[in-house]
């Protein structure tokens, strides 16, 4: 499978060995050594995966990832340090769709990196399209939009999970199945990634997150659509 | 058995106020007791001299009626005349006779030598007799003074000293008590400061402004133990994660580049493919050792960040030994069996999944170096406990091998720890902390876990963590909104 991927990693040695790796399993590489030089590099040829290291000098890489997202629904994974930590949480909060630990396996990230261009294709399987409160969900033509016709942007990630609710309204899913469907983790896929999501998805579709009327938790369970 | 500091100051108060009043008491006694003594005694030697002169007036002039005469003499209270007359004796009263008289004192006083004593008589009352030969008229005048009063007298100051003696002993007993107490409260301070920096609160220190005077210098050496004690252990703990912190970037890029290395394996000459093999298992086994160290270095400095999620306990095990297997180093002694009990098939547990898939490799892996492989992993109910729903579910892992000793149990959750089993380190896997790190996890995720032996003789693990809910009411209880499922707690210490 072919992509373009950008890298953004001050470790000029880690950079190397991830061009070769990646490159390895068929990529085109484009590297950068700061966020700033990543922004560049971004704005100036067309990149299918971001891959940016959360701990850069100058602009961190969460400020990177805010300010990708402002101008791109293109997917990103992070890089960091350590799993559990609020680092993780408020990379997926600054816009990210999936996160890598160091040091990671080069197999593992060319993993993550397949499914979130898989996701980035539409679905084998996808639902009819379907209305719920003042949203319009398309899924064939990758669109959600209001009654009034203004569309609501959201990332791939956030598309392919709101698909997957769709699919079966008023069914719980728990997170391990979405982790499955919309990421490809197994059961230790970490539920955070699909936590973080749902909130991001309700500021995007409820008209108070706060008090969801349409994505609903369910204790102990998981996640349910309500049209 | 060894009496504490207390008890024993106490004991001394106590023993000093005792020996104390009963030294003055003892002295007052005998003190009073001699004084009031001496004055009967020359008071009735007065009397029984004049008395004795009036007998002896009398019988110079030849009158010999006795009985006439020594009622004549017999004037005191309690006192009593006998005489001696020509080897006869005559008594002033029925209470005395001549067998009153000493025999000590009857001999001197016959033989010529006036004399005094004091003693008890049969009755038990103290007397006093004296003795006043009368060789004039070859007559001996003896006058017996009864003493009960003076004994009553005594006894009734006895009595007194001896509540007084009894009362300063109390006393002192509750002064020695008090002091002991006030003594030790400084050290009660020490006390508990020194728990509390052992259970981890490292910030506790001694209260200068408030120490005694005298124990300004043990509480300044104290706290100036503990702060070299704190920074030694944030040093130590700083270090550990840094060498792990630094190890991550060169084995990252290790990492990818054997990754390179394996695309093309198939490539490469037999030889280098052996070697690229050894390569990436040791590579694979130093990742780990690393992010087990940065595990305990983060758990020591007590900056572990914690995400619980409620799973389902049996799914949670299943899963985590079958992938689990996948993830195992070394040697493998077959899949074990997963038992669960139906009554806790529904049964949902808060835990950290990778967290807890760790937990069960490190313990199947521990089971196939040390225990001849897992031979049963069980998922059970376990006791009561306090807070609702008040269940511990207990995961056991049972191994194949001779068990542990019960010396030893409790340490093969140390750090480094090889047991007796330490000649058997078969291919070189094992980092010495995959069970430090199973009891840290388990305490992460506030579980526990214990080893025991299991009925075949083997080692068994057991993990106990709590139950969420037992599966009860399970409708889809949606409603709380935007409510995250994923319970995170973030555990720092101050």
Not at chain 1, 153 to 181: G, I, M, W, Y
Not at chain 2, 4 to 31: D, E, H, K, N, W
Not at chain 2, 460 to 475: A, C, E, I, K, M
Request: glycine letters at 10%.
């Amino acid at each position: 499978m072919s992509g373009r991927i950008l890298v953004v990693e001050d470790d000029e040695r880690i950079r190397s060995s991830m061009r070769l790796a990646l490159e390895g399993e068929g990529y085109e590489v484009k590297d950068a050594a700061s966020g700033e030089e990543g922004l560049d590099l971004f704005a100036e040829a067309p990149t299918d995966v971001a891959l940016i290291d959360l701990m850069l000098p100058g602009m961190d890489g969460f400020e990177c990832c805010r300010a990708l997202r402002r101008s791109s629904a293109v997917p990103i994974i992070i890089v960091t340090a350590r799993a559990d930590t609020h680092d993780v949480v408020a990379g997926l909060e600054a816009g990210a769709d999936d996160y890598v630990t160091k040091p990671f396996v080069a197999k593992e990230l060319a993993a993550r990196i397949r499914a979130l261009l898989r996701r980035a294709r539409p679905a084998e399987e996808e639902p009819g399209a379907l209305t719920f409160g003042d949203l319009q969900l398309l899924p064939e033509q990758g669109v959600l939009r209001r009654l009034n016709g203004e569309e609501v942007h959201c990332t791939r990630t956030e598309f392919r999970l709101l698909c997957e609710l769709a699919a079966s309204p008023n069914k719980v899913l728990s997170r391990e199945q979405l982790l499955d469907r919309v990421w490809g983790y197994d059961y230790f896929g970490d539920g955070r990634l699909v936590d973080v999501h749902i909130r991001r998805l309700r500021t995007k579709v409820e008209a108070d997150p706060a008090v969801p009327q349409h994505i609903l938790t369910v204790r102990g369970m998981g996640y349910k659509l309500v049209p | 058995m060894k009496l504490g500091i207390g008890a024993r100051i106490t004991a001394v108060f106590g023993l000093g106020a005792l020996v104390l009043s009963v030294l003055l008491g003892g002295i007052s006694y005998f003190t009073v007791r001699h004084f009031l003594l001496a004055g009967r005694e020359s008071a009735a030697q007065q009397q029984a001299f004049s008395n004795a002169s009036v007998v002896r007036n009398s019988l110079e002039s030849g009158d010999t009626q006795y009985v006439f005469l020594l009622g004549q003499v017999d004037a005191g209270t309690g006192a009593h005349s006998v005489l001696y007359h020509r080897s006869k004796a005559y008594v002033s009263s029925l209470s005395v006779n001549a067998s009153s008289i000493p025999a000590q004192l009857r001999k001197e006083v016959l033989a010529g030598t006036p004399a005094t004593q004091t003693y008890r008589n049969a009755a038990g009352q103290e007397e006093i007799a004296v003795g006043l030969p009368v060789p004039s008229v070859h007559a001996a005048y003896f006058e017996v003074f009864d003493l009960s009063d003076l004994d009553h007298t005594m006894s009734v100051l006895g009595l007194t000293l001896f509540v007084a003696g009894a009362v300063t002993t109390l006393l002192g007993l509750a002064l020695g008590r008090f002091a002991s107490r006030r003594l030790l409260r400084p050290l009660s301070d020490v006390t508990s400061a020194a728990g509390a920096i052992a259970g981890g609160e490292l910030d506790t220190r001694l209260d200068v402004e408030a120490a005694d005077p005298d124990l300004v210098g043990l509480t300044l050496s104290f706290n100036a133990m503990v702060d070299q004690l704190q920074e030694r252990i944030e040093r130590e703990a700083r270090f550990n994660s840094d060498v792990s912190h630094e190890l991550r970037s060169p084995l990252t890029t290790l990492s990818a580049a054997v990754g390179v290395l394996e695309i093309d394996r198939d490539r490469l000459p037999e030889r280098s493919q052996r070697a690229l093999q050894l390569l990436s298992d040791d590579l694979r086994r130093f990742q780990r050792m690393v992010s087990d160290l940065l595990e305990m270095s983060r758990a020591d400095a007590g900056s572990v960040d914690i995400f619980l999620e409620e799973v389902n306990v049996s799914e949670l095990v299943q899963r985590s030994v079958e992938t689990g297997i996948g993830h195992m180093d070394g040697r493998r002694h077959g899949t074990p069996e997963v038992v669960v009990d139906p009554q806790v098939e529904d049964w949902r547990v808060g835990v950290d999944k990778r967290r807890f898939e760790r937990v069960l490799v490190n313990l199947m892996e521990n089971a196939d170096h040390y225990g001849g492989g897992v031979t049963t992993i069980a998922v059970g109910p376990g006791p009561a406990v306090e807070p609702a729903p008040g269940r511990l579910v207990e995961v056991s892992v049972d191994d194949a091998g001779p068990g542990i000793d019960p010396a030893e149990r409790a340490k093969v959750f140390e750090r480094f720890y090889r047991g007796s089993a330490s000649g058997r380190r078969g291919t070189g896997t094992g980092t010495g902390l995959g069970l430090a790190l199973v009891a840290e996890h388990m305490h992460v995720m506030h579980g526990d876990v214990r080893v025991e032996s299991s009925p075949d003789g083997g080692a068994r693990f057991v993990l106990s963590l709590p139950v969420l809910s037992n599966g009860d009411g399970d409708g889809d209880g949606d409603g709380d909104g935007a409510r995250d499922e994923l319970v995170s707690e973030k555990e720092v210490d101050a």
